[in-house]
């Protein structure tokens, strides 16, 4: 069967020679989205966690990015199995779901994607975008094959039972949160922190034993590089957010005049 809306983000990750790099879109704009989506990059988050993003916004992103050549991935503010389900029969393929910090966390993040009796996923796709409004062919038997499934890795705990989450059946991949893992190690705002890395390495490890992918969300160059080398599948590198900001701030500070009556250096 073909898949609906496009290849999932873990067949890119299997068939992919080389780490993927992507950016936050955390600014709800689909024209925003849609001109990352040409970027050049190899895949997008589209976040509602830390975002204004409902539904409907998600929505036009996922209708705008569409036949891009870019993975799109979408983050749910919670790990709960309505909103998720709302999520997939928008046409969400590529879930992250935030705040995973146990196996019980993890299953329950695959049993939202999965329909009876393997999973909770409520049958609605008559009325859904992802099965094209039943206009893919047995979109209800394989509807699982065209879901990829990565849960967020932010705190010590889930650091703790790494090994553990990466065993769940289901779970594709994980993706390490360096600001709330810090956080959570009382480190907050200190993600460079020895020990914040060394916790971040030490899933990048698990996950090359466990044969599952990781990826680390590095805005930092020198940071990214370095989970790059030591195995890092993906990478979040920027968002469009703190594009516009740094930028807007480059063209204040290069044309209004400082303090001392001298024109802003440009960065």
Known sequence: ??????DSFREALAAADRPLVGMWVCSGSPLVAEICADSGLDWL???AEHSPNGLESILAQLQAVHGYPVQ????PP??????????????VQNLLVPMVHSVADA???????RYPPEGVRGVGSALARAARWNRVPDYLAHASSTISVTVQIESQSAVDAVEDILAVD??????????????SMGLLGRQEHPEVTAAVEHCLTASARAGKPAGVNAFTPSVARRYLDGGAGFVLV??????????SEALAAGFIPTSDGGPGTSY
């Open 72 to 75: 799109t991935l979408v983050r």
């Open 238 to 247: 920027g968002a469009d957010v703190s594009l516009l900001a740094r930028g």
């Open 170 to 183: 289901g779970v594709d991949a994980i993706f390490v949160g360096p600001s709330d893992l810090a956080a």
């Open 45 to 47: 988050l589209v976040d």
């Open 1 to 6: 069967m073909p898949l609906p809306l496009g």
């Open 107 to 113: 299953e329950a993040a695959v049993a939202a994607t």
């Open 78 to 91: 919670v790990n709960d199995a309505v909103l998720i389900k709302q999520y997939l029969d928008l046409g």
